[in-house]
């Protein structure tokens, strides 16, 4: 019997889901490394259209062959979710970081989300509590020590901080949009949906600003390139997409939204692993702030 709107997990099953939250927290927070490898060999524009269409070669025929149920009556706010949550916030993003807007900061600008959600949560009829509204001033304080040593003001376009907050109030707006009109769908059929409707608005945005032909000239087809083409596909437009649907299905939009508090410190962390990334006392200390917040945002 399928999840209903009203389907409230029992204690058992919630002990169940904490895996959910780790594991999304795990593979959001790889898009910046995996912008970190694939952006020196395409547009952005251009990397984002493969990403899109990738994932639609491999949902399409899996949809079709297993006969997943379409929804009725939700297509359009399903695809209207996916422009937000999907094209709005990964082109901002990705177009911001192409511009020179540094990680750490692109980071700190998008993690104001869980606080602009529960601003706006009593609009889809969600109640924050005083306790969360604690944990979401410790998280943005986590962040912004997390990446405090990482932010470099000195050249940064007004471009790049405009492409940011845009994909800081899509992604916002989007989650909000999903969770009030359509939180109950297939995850694959979804998916589909989202993305074919991701696809059509990247693919005439890449012919302009790309300048994308029809032999992918733009693009370097490297082992490294390939690589993290593979991964934003499998790992994180399939996987992570997948469990913050799950997410939004069984949580309240602020309680989903404070896991954002997570990706600056564990993405901190794989560039240090990574990359060599300098990761001082500063920013373990944000670590754990935001951690305690989002403890404080989701713990029943």
């Given at each position: 019997?399928?999840?209903?709107?009203?389907?409230?997990?029992?204690?058992r099953?919630a002990?169940?889901?904490?895996?959910?939250?780790?594991?999304?927290?795990?593979?959001w927070?790889?898009g910046?490394?995996v912008?970190?490898?694939?952006?020196?060999?395409?547009?952005?524009?251009?990397?984002?259209?493969?990403?899109?269409?990738?994932?639609?070669?491999?949902?399409?025929?899996?949809?079709?062959?297993?006969?997943a149920?379409?929804?009725?009556?939700?297509?359009?706010?399903?695809?209207?979710?996916?422009?937000?949550?999907?094209?709005?916030?990964?082109?901002?993003?990705?177009?911001?970081?192409?511009?020179?807007?540094?990680?750490?900061?692109s980071a700190?600008?998008?993690?104001?989300?869980?606080i602009?959600?529960?601003?706006?949560?009593?609009?889809?009829?969600?109640?924050?509590?005083?306790?969360?509204?604690?944990?979401?001033?410790?998280?943005?304080?986590?962040?912004?020590?997390?990446?405090?040593?990482?932010?470099?003001?000195?050249?940064?376009?007004a471009?790049?901080?405009?492409?940011?907050?845009?994909?800081?109030?899509?992604?916002?707006?989007?989650?909000?949009?999903?969770k009030?009109?359509?939180?109950?769908?297939?995850l694959?059929v979804?998916?589909?949906?989202?993305?074919?409707?991701?696809?059509?608005?990247?693919?005439?945005?890449?012919?302009?600003?790309?300048?994308?032909?029809?032999?992918?000239?733009?693009?370097?087809?490297?082992?490294?390139?390939?690589?993290?083409?593979?991964?934003?596909?499998?790992?994180?437009?399939?996987?992570?997409?997948?469990?913050?649907?799950?997410?939004?299905?069984?949580?309240?939009?602020?309680?989903?939204?404070?896991?954002?508090?997570?990706?600056?410190?564990?993405?901190?962390?794989?560039?240090?692993?990574?990359?060599?990334?300098?990761?001082?006392?500063?920013?373990?200390?944000?670590?754990?702030l935001?951690?305690?917040?989002?403890?404080?945002?989701?713990?029943?």
């Amino acid at each position: 019997m399928p999840d209903t709107p009203h389907t409230v997990p029992t204690a058992r099953h919630a002990s169940f889901l904490w895996p959910l939250p780790l594991f999304f927290v795990l593979l959001w927070s790889s898009g910046f490394i995996v912008a970190k490898f694939g952006l020196p060999y395409a547009p952005p524009l251009t990397f984002l259209l493969l990403r899109f269409l990738g994932v639609l070669v491999l949902l399409v025929p899996a949809v079709l062959l297993l006969k997943a149920p379409w929804p009725r009556g939700k297509i359009g706010h399903i695809a209207f979710a996916g422009l937000l949550v999907q094209a709005g916030y990964l082109i901002g993003v990705w177009c911001a970081i192409k511009q020179g807007m540094p990680a750490g900061l692109s980071a700190l600008i998008v993690g104001m989300q869980p606080i602009l959600t529960a601003f706006a949560a009593p609009l889809i009829g969600e109640k924050v509590r005083p306790r969360q509204w604690l944990g979401l001033l410790f998280g943005i304080g986590g962040v912004a020590l997390v990446v405090a040593a990482k932010i470099q003001l000195l050249g940064l376009s007004a471009v790049a901080i405009l492409l940011c907050v845009g994909a800081l109030l899509s992604i916002t707006a989007g989650t909000l949009y999903q969770k009030h009109h359509c939180p109950q769908f297939d995850l694959r059929v979804g998916t589909v949906i989202q993305f074919t409707a991701s696809l059509l608005l990247v693919l005439p945005l890449a012919v302009i600003f790309d300048g994308l032909g029809p032999d992918f000239a733009a693009v370097h087809w490297t082992p490294r390139f390939i690589g993290a083409l593979l991964w934003s596909v499998l790992g994180l437009s399939i996987g992570a997409i997948f469990l913050l649907f799950a997410l939004i299905r069984r949580n309240d939009a602020t309680q989903v939204s404070s896991l954002m508090y997570l990706t600056p410190p564990t993405t901190a962390i794989m560039a240090w692993l990574m990359f060599g990334e300098a990761f001082n006392v500063l920013g373990i200390a944000g670590m754990v702030l935001a951690v305690a917040g989002v403890i404080f945002v989701v713990k029943k």
